[in-house]
């Protein structure tokens, strides 16, 4: 016998670490309408499994917790049984010696406040409030529910033009989406289960770089109704789009001189580019909408006349207004808001930023946007600050590492306390207070808190602040319309509470959001408009979607899209991603499962033909 | 077209066709136990798994086509493997009473079952522990649901009420009412139909036979019978006997076996209902301008149930005439007993119905006219009266035929089509058209309403009155689209004819269940052909009802007509509407 073995995994604990990795991903693709009382059972007997056996509370604790679940579960418990289950749960979390039995009770204590009421039903009526509403999970992770298996398969067999007509009844953007969406279709992609989740978004691009020009379907007859439609972004053009193919007359009026609101004016064309927006807007406009650009609500014309000149009002005005740091220097010359920046590039006013080094504020998306746009703008540095670490930002992981990959500097755990500027007002640099990263608040995010270190100076001749956006709400604070926390309050139909023909929808109501939010809050505006005009047209498109195939679909890599490299595409605007090959495209549409016909989706819900 | 090899056999179908259909197009019987055809292609029990060359796992039939040289095998080792675990399976969760169950000997898991030679346990039992609900006509059974689906699939797609839905997730998905609802508070129709498709005992409608037998030995009831048209065109099935045979006046004779004292004809108060329905008709037509249009006929509960549950505003434009179950239950406790001369609450009235929702009717408070009791005190499906004749051993292969009883016993050609779809149309219009004109049409004049298409229309012309536009409707979602169109203006009619069961009360939820078989065409064919073989074919032409107003009701429309054979539907509401 050895003093000391080398320690080498068994066999059996090899295939045990493959398989965590397996319920790992497939944990990550549970579909959303589950019974959560089910699942919080079955993920504690997960965890007793873990118990080492030491500790009575973890030991016996978690097996008579899920007994006694069990019995609210098969309905012979009582509402006793939930205050045993909290008592036991509590004390768990009060004596368990270590992690195992202590963060296991935990889960069921989280969800005793979390879903109560379920609990409840459950013992009261022996059943579940849940329920699964649509079953193909990127459909229903997709907030405009666009018909993604649909799609995918018409891209398998080279129907590009009919995919982007299948998309274009959900969603009137599909370029738009096929650039920037952020994809939370494929989150709980149940290919997750297999392998990696479908590169959906990657495969939508194929087909509308692959189309051609798809002409729109024809609009339905006059309806005599008139509809304005406050702000030409992705939400008010969703909306117009669908309000014009059911045969109302929609006019929108536009703040800035161009349509696309923060397509063109928040997203740099390196990631979308121009022409391709150009283009989508003027196929959206050709279904006859009439548009003023321009034309401020509020300055150049009252909420009040466009309100009593239509029958129906939607206001989709984003959210354009830039956040303020409120530190002192902030109104130091050179300091500039990424709204400003973003919103001049899109107008085509290029600063240059030539030989200058930048300092952005911010940790988000928009913060990577004017990172990566300073850098094609010629600076010689382009530091990012944020206040937490990397893996606390909100930006994509995409974005951080592609603008690392073009040179940007990023300065984590660093919260701006001042500018520092010139004599002549100019800001000469930023000073940062070291932070260390501290507990987690409720939302999950750590804290971060002073560091016992001096504040550090970052030599600066442009400050780009890109702390988020608030709504302008100047033009509407007459109109009546409910303001919450500086956004427009709208209900779930997008109605405006007390003003039957006034809706609201995107970043205004929902603060600063994705695009695919808003497009999808321009066709519930458009749904119930048409109601409220007392009409009920149906939204629908006659391409027939191929039947699945029967595949035994074995594990199988997922095929990504490229970048150009790092070194060529930070010189210019032109876009950064390459697109599929055609190989690629039908390698990755063939491992679509077909959720819409395996499983739930040939019962209920896998396709929703019309809306 | 696509060619493909089933077990051997070179067989061609149209593209699109399911590997199932392909089979069974060549009498290759695949077995299947969740399949509907049209209705359920869903693959969830995998019963109908077979063997595919070249896909490693096992493909359910059901629900994917077949492709261009497709090889199956239908039979092999591990398909029977497969069928026998998955019915285990099945069974482990399964409450196998089959001795009490109303479906034994008509289950389709019992004959799988059987000719599997599932002999003994392999898996521990795993039933759930939760309560049935026994308080509404139709009962849902957890621990017999296999969870099929098809009774979510036929109330929505067929039905389109969405009552059913599956609820939950996991291991303890099941079928429940949809929305957090029980089915007492739900919006629920009772048709039934959700029973007549379930393939096992999962759905039934509840049993009411004890109260009969009870009222049978019951020495201080009179105990009368009624018997729906539908009925006869179904009842003996279970006999298998020849529908030209199996006559209604042999079950009188089985009926009367049992011990009732009269047995009586729901075909009388069904031409009672036309001649009260039909003066209304002619009422409003030539008042149009005081209603609001269409009339709609009245005579089926689940359509009633239906529109104002679903349509509220149309219940004024519903007939105000009962329909002829009530209508008999009202005359047996007034009519009838005053001619008997007793006390009418010792009057027991069982009706024969094709139909579950006829129970709740039955029970509404607006259904005590007569004498203030219910005026039908039970009613008993088609099942439920093949089940008493069973009991007491009735053989109808044996018997003779013994006539209905009278005064309440005599029924035309006209009302003996009331189980049909269009039947009621078609019977209303013959007597409307005579008492416009004063003479009959050709009984056969209005024969575009009959048939087996969901929705019909058509224009008559009665002279001296003017067009009529009528519409026939059965099946709640063909009723829907129908709503949708008179609501958007899309339609207009003056009077149309609702059966909630599609084809009419003969597939009614009542009725005998023949698994994957849809009954509506033979049995109404039946019900047709007695009209056309009926000697009387005018309802307006009946003795007994021609008797019962000139001793007692004076006319239709009339002060008693009012009282005992009319109702206000808004005296009571939906549990949606409350």
């Known amino acids: ?611 | 077209m696509v060619t493909l090899t089933i077990d051997g056999r070179t067989v061609t179908v149209p593209e699109g066709t399911t590997i199932l259909e392909a089979a069974r197009s060549v009498h290759l019987d695949i077995p299947s136990l969740c399949y509907l055809k049209d209705i359920n292609e869903i693959g969830a029990c995998r019963i109908c798994i077979v063997e595919v060359e070249g896909y490693e796992r096992l493909v359910p039939s059901c629900d994917n086509a077949v492709a261009e040289g497709m090889v199956v095998y239908t039979n092999s080792p591990r398909v029977r493997e497969a069928r026998r675990v998955n019915l285990r399976l099945l069974l482990s969760q399964h409450d196998t009473k089959c001795t009490q169950c109303t479906r034994s000997g008509n289950c389709r898991l019992q004959e799988l079952c059987n000719d599997y030679n599932l002999l003994g346990d392999h898996y521990a039992k795993d039933l759930r522990p939760v309560p049935d609900d026994f308080s509404t006509p139709v009962i849902r059974l957890e621990n017999r649901c296999i969870k099929c689906m098809r009774c979510i699939q036929v109330c929505d797609k067929i039905q389109s009420m969405n009552i059913w839905d599956v609820i939950g997730s996991g291991s303890r998905a099941t079928v429940g009412v949809a929305r957090h609802r029980s089915l007492a508070e739900s919006d629920c129709t009772f048709c039934g139909q959700c029973i007549t498709h379930c393939p096992v005992g999962g759905l039934q409608e509840h049993d009411d036979t004890g109260k009969v037998f009870d009222a049978l030995a019951d020495p201080n009831k009179i105990t009368v019978v009624q018997v729906a048209p539908a009925v006869r065109a179904a009842w003996a099935e279970y006999y298998h006997l020849d529908p030209k045979f199996a006559t209604a006046q042999r079950m009188v004779t089985g009926l009367k076996h049992m011990g009732f004292d009269y047995v009586f004809d729901t075909n009388f108060a069904a031409d009672l209902t036309i001649m009260e329905e039909g003066s209304e008709f002619l009422q409003r037509f030539t008042h149009r301008e005081r209603y609001t249009w269409p009339m709609f006929t009245s005579c089926c509960p689940g359509w009633v149930r239906f529109v104002k549950g679903q349509f509220p505003q149309y219940t004024q434009n519903l007939s105000t005439a009962k329909s002829p179950q009530q209508m008999f239950g009202a005359v047996a406790k007034s009519y009838f007993a005053q001619k008997l001369g007793v006390d009418p609450h010792n009057i027991f009235v069982a009706s024969i119905m094709p139909c579950t929702a006829k129970k709740s009717e039955a029970k509404l408070p607006t259904m005590r006219d007569a004498c203030g009791d219910p005026d039908v005190d039970v009613v008993l499906t088609t099942r439920e009266m093949v089940r008493m004749f069973r009991g007491e051993q009735v053989n109808p292969a044996v018997m003779a035929e013994t006539p209905f009883d009278s005064p309440l016993g005599t029924g035309t050609g006209a009302a003996v089509i009331f189980g049909a779809t269009g039947g009621v149309m078609d019977a209303a219009l013959r007597s409307a058209y005579y008492l416009v004109t004063g003479s009959n049409p050709d009984p056969d004049a209005f024969h575009s309403v009959r048939g087996m298409d969901g929705w019909k229309e058509a224009v008559f012309t009665i002279p001296g009155a003017g067009d009529v536009r009528v519409a026939v409707v059965s099946g709640l979602g063909n009723t829907r689209r129908l709503m949708e169109a008179l609501e958007s203006g899309r339609a207009s009619y003056d009077f149309v004819e609702v059966m909630a069961c599609p084809g009419g009360c003969a597939a009614g939820g009542g009725q005998p269940i023949h698994d994957g078989v849809e009954m509506a065409e033979s049995r109404g064919g039946v019900l047709w052909n007695l009209d056309a073989d009926a000697t009387i074919r005018f309802s307006h032409e009946n003795p007994d009802v021609q008797a019962l107003y000139a001793s007692y009701l004076e006319r239709p429309l009339g002060e008693k007509s009012h009282h005992l054979l009319h109702t206000q539907h808004d005296a009571w509401k939906m549990p949606n509407q409350q």
């Open chain 1, 1 to 611: 016998m050895s003093r000391l073995d080398i320690k080498s995994p068994s066999r059996a604990q090899t295939v045990v670490d493959n398989l965590y990795r397996d319920v790992e991903r497939r944990i990550a693709a549970s579909p959303p309408g589950l019974c959560p009382v089910d699942m919080s059972r079955s993920f504690l007997q997960l965890c007793h499994a873990q118990s080492c056996g030491k500790c009575v509370p973890c030991r016996i604790g978690l097996g008579q917790l899920s007994m006694l679940i069990g019995q609210v579960l098969d309905g012979t418990g009582t509402m006793e049984t939930i205050d045993i289950i909290e008592k036991t749960a509590r004390t768990i979390v009060n004596t368990a010696d270590c992690a195992i039995g202590r963060d296991a009770a935990r889960l069921v204590v989280d969800g005793l406040e979390g879903f109560r009421d379920d609990y409840e039903e459950h013992v009261k009526h022996h059943r579940c409030l849940a329920g699964l509403q649509n079953p193909v999970p990127c459909v229903s992770l997709c907030p405009a529910g666009v018909d993604i298996p649909g799609y995918v398969a018409l891209v398998g067999e080279g129907r590009y033009a009919d995919a982007v007509r299948l998309i274009r009844k959900d969603n009137p953007m599909p370029v738009s989406c096929a650039y920037i969406c952020e994809h939370p279709c494929e989150a709980r992609c149940r290919r997750n289960m297999i392998d990696d989740a479908i590169n959906i978004r990657g495969l939508k691009r194929y087909a509308v770089d692959h189309a051609g020009d798809v002409p729109n379907p024809p609009n339905a007859p006059s309806t005599g109704k008139r509809v304005a439609i406050i702000g030409g972004g992705p939400s008010g053009l969703s909306c117009a789009y669908y309000l014009t193919l059911m045969g109302h007359q929609v006019t929108i009026y536009e703040e800035r001189k161009q349509l696309g609101g923060m397509l063109r004016y928040g997203i740099p064309s390196y990631r979308y580019p121009r022409h391709l927006l150009d283009r989508e807007i003027q196929s959206i406009l050709s279904t006859g909408i009439e548009v003023h650009t321009s034309i401020t609500v509020g300055k150049d014309i009252t909420f009040d006349e466009i309100h009593q000149k239509y029958d129906c009002l939607y206001i989709a005005i984003g959210a354009q207004q830039d956040k303020k740091t409120g530190i002192p220097g902030e109104d130091s010359r050179n300091v500039i808001s990424a709204v400003e920046m973003l919103r001049a590039i899109g107008d085509d006013h290029m600063p240059d930023f030539s030989g200058k080094n930048v300092v952005v504020i911010g940790g988000g998306n928009v913060a990577m946007d004017v990172t990566r746009s300073s850098i094609r703008l010629g600076a010689d540095k382009v530091t990012c600050v944020y206040r937490r670490r990397v893996e606390d930002m909100t930006a994509l992981p995409d974005e951080v590492t592609g603008a690392l990959a073009e040179g940007a500097e990023l300065m984590t755990l660093a919260a701006p306390v001042r500018i520092e500027a010139d004599e002549n007002g100019v800001a000469q640099a930023l000073w940062v207070q070291p932070q260390i990263i501290g507990e987690t608040d409720k939302s999950g995010r750590p804290r971060p808190n002073k560091a016992a270190l001096d504040e550090v100076r970052i030599p600066a001749d442009i400050i780009v602040v890109a702390i988020g956006q608030g709504i302008e709400i100047q033009g509407f604070t007459q109109s009546g319309i409910p303001i919450k926390r500086g956004t427009f309050v709208a209900a779930s139909s997008s109605q405006v509470d007390n003003m039957d023909n006034v809706f609201a929808g995107g970043d205004c109501v929902t603060g600063p959001a994705t695009a695919i939010r808003a497009i999808a809050a321009g066709k519930v505006a458009a749904a119930n408009i048409d109601e409220q005009l007392g009409f009920c047209h149906e939204i629908r498109v006659d391409v027939d979607v191929p039947a699945p195939r029967l595949n035994n679909r074995p594990p199988h890599g997922r095929i990504n899209t490229t970048e150009r490299e790092a070194y060529e595409r930070k010189h210019d605007f032109c876009d950064i991603e390459c697109g599929m090959t055609e190989e690629g495209a039908r390698t990755e549409a063939s491992r679509c499962l077909r959720c819409d016909h395996f499983g739930y989706g040939i019962f209920k819900g896998g396709r929703i033909e019309k809306w």
